[in-house]
């Protein structure tokens, strides 16, 4: 496939559109907070990984170059908005989660998650919802892996501390 994409091949592209264009829309929804923006940042990635497929290197997981990619994009598309049009502590991202059980408490929960500080959410959804790796995180957002499980660690004990203060609001 990435031969194929190298060598200029529409047919490479398509193959890459159709296998990862489903993960990529939910890494940015889960990111950016908002369809629209969501879709053109994969679009974006979609656009740099043809103009740049020069520089991926082989032996490395093609996987983890795309999100790698679309990584920055969605930092470079969340440094254009405009305060309060929606910045990163307002995403209502992570819908889908299955951690609550009523879809009230889902979209609250996903809300808390949209709330975590920015390297923080980027690694647990990475890790923890999309299941790459600590060491395929680590290489997307290029930390350390000690950073990952460092940034993982925290995320989950916040998200406890979240769901045990929504579970006292509940017997009060």
Request: glycine share 8%.
């Amino acid at each position: 496939m990435v031969a194929w994409c190298r060598e200029g091949s529409l047919a490479g592209y398509r193959l890459v559109y159709e296998r990862y264009s489903g993960p990529l829309l939910r890494v940015a929804m889960r990111t950016l907070g908002r369809l629209q923006d969501a879709e053109d940042a994969v679009q974006e990635t979609f656009l740099r990984l043809f103009r740049g497929i020069g520089g991926f290197r082989s032996g490395s997981r093609f996987s983890t170059y795309l999100f790698q990619i679309l990584h920055n994009t969605c930092i470079d598309a969340i440094r254009k908005r405009k305060p309060g049009t929606g910045g990163l502590a307002d995403c209502p991202a992570v819908e889908g989660l299955s951690v609550p059980a009523s879809q009230e408490l889902s979209h609250e929960f996903a809300q808390a998650v949209g709330r975590l500080p920015e390297q923080m959410r980027a690694s647990f959804l990475l890790f923890a919802v999309e299941e790459f790796s600590q060491e395929e995180t680590a290489k997307i957002l290029a930390i350390s892996v000690g950073a990952v499980k460092t940034q993982v660690h925290r995320a989950r004990k916040r998200l406890r501390a979240w769901l045990a203060s929504q579970a006292e609001g509940e017997t009060s």
